[in-house]
């Protein structure tokens, strides 16, 4: 298995910029088509491309590996996910070497390198797609330093966290058909809001639309009704990892989400990054979880769970530059994903693969790590400057939200890319 090679040592014969996000170490999975061609195919991110993986089977790139004529002409990756791991490690491993700097040249026999014109598509070509059919959504709320801020903010300061959630990672089931790619535009929602001095509430679009900066994780082995994964086990039921930005309406929410929890705050839109990075890439950057106590048996685990993620946050005000307002980092979840998924499944609730789990909002210890602007901006009374020196308590109309986020080693970067939506108006 390459991973238990120096990988980190090699460099490609495709050209990769410096600082790019699809190294040769990355190599995640996208839903990609173009201009040209609208039909959907499974793809690979290297540098500035997408390999066509349609179009190496056409050329014979897989012989050994039964794979049905056609396979990767696909809207989804679910089938391929479904395969299981030592296929799709496989596939990945082999395309790994054949684009190693040393098997690019004339003599090699590289279908990768002799036909690049044909498999490599230039990303600015492609138009990316969701690259999961989301079957069911769980978001979590894993962040204690997001817990403490809320509560703090709406509860008691000196009880900030509620008495279940130092036992347990919080989560509720939200809505997979509003799920979206990058790229999508939204709408600004409307709902019910209540001002706390009001004796009714009204109906309006939301005035404090918000992201929430989150990662998510694809099931890629599912279980039967009344089984359990175990911490133990629980990466071998994880494909790969994804950006993904919970947009939130507070206003509606707080109006909402007694008893039963959020409802139209929430299920408007939520955007994930087309690019799914696979767990093993991201083997190389794991650390240790933030210490825990109060913690039962079946969610104790041993090893490094965590990953070090750099994440960043930026809005984009329209006809002005970008401005970073965020900066984090998975590994500051307090309750990593192989507990979210033990104790999700520990009442034997069924998995399938591309069901779709979300860490809830990620929020590091210091204002500028914050994961949403009802924390950056501390409910509004901080708002934030923009370069075209308008501010922001919330998101505005005709604002551009984009999260990206990257891990670094020995000079290689392993990026998922971005997730990015650009506001509209609520619609009449």
Known sequence: MLQNEDIFSWESWVEIPKNSDFSLQNLPYCIFSTADNHTKKI????????????????????????????????????????????????????????????????????????????????????????PVKIGDYT??????????????????PNNALLPNWLHLPVA???????????????????????????????????KLLDFELE????????????????????????FGMVLFN???????????????????????????????????????????????????DYLKFKGKKSFDIQLEVFIKPQNSEEKLVST??????????SQQLAHHTVNGCNMNVGDLCASGTISGSTPDSYGSMLELTWRG?????????????????????????FCEKNGKRIGFGEVSNFVLPAKS
């Open 215 to 238: 990662m998510g994780f694809i099931v890629g082995k599912g279980t039967d009704l009344g089984e359990n994964i175990t911490t133990e086990n629980a990466e071998e039921h994880i």
């Open 139 to 156: 978001d979590f709320y894993s962040s204690r330093e997001h817990a403490t801020n809320v509560g703090t903010m709406f509860r008691d």
């Open 43 to 130: 793809g690979i991110g290297i540098g500035e491309y997408v390999i066509d993986l349609h179009q190496a089977q056409e050329l014979n790139f897989f012989d050994g590996i039964d794979f049905p004529q056609n396979f990767f002409l696909n809207d989804a990756l679910n089938d391929f996910i479904s395969l299981g791991k030592v296929i799709t490690n496989t596939i990945r491993e082999i395309i790994m070497f054949d684009l190693k700097k040393e098997n690019g040249t004339a003599d090699s026999e590289n279908i990768l390198f002799d036909h690049q014109n044909q498999i490599l598509i230039p990303q600015k070509n492609a138009i990316f797609h969701l």
């Open 328 to 337: 984090s980092n998975h590994k500051f979840l307090y309750w990593n994903i």
């Open 246 to 296: 919970d947009w939130s309406a507070r206003d509606i929410q707080t109006w909402e989400y007694v008893p039963l929890g959020p409802f139209l705050a929430k299920n408007f839109a939520s955007a994930m990054s087309p690019w799914v990075v696979v767990m093993e890439a991201l083997e190389y950057f794991k650390v240790e979880t933030p210490p825990q106590s109060e913690v039962l």
């Open 381 to 405: 009374t901080k708002p934030i400057l923009m370069h075209d020196n308008t501010e922001r308590k919330f998101i505005n109309d005709y604002d551009t939200v984009i999260m990206r986020g």
């Open 172 to 206: 509720y089931h939200g809505r997979a058909s509003s799920i979206i790619v990058s790229g999508t535009d939204i709408y600004r929602p409307k709902g019910q809001t209540k001002a706390p001095d009001a004796e009714k509430p009204i109906f309006q679009a939301t």
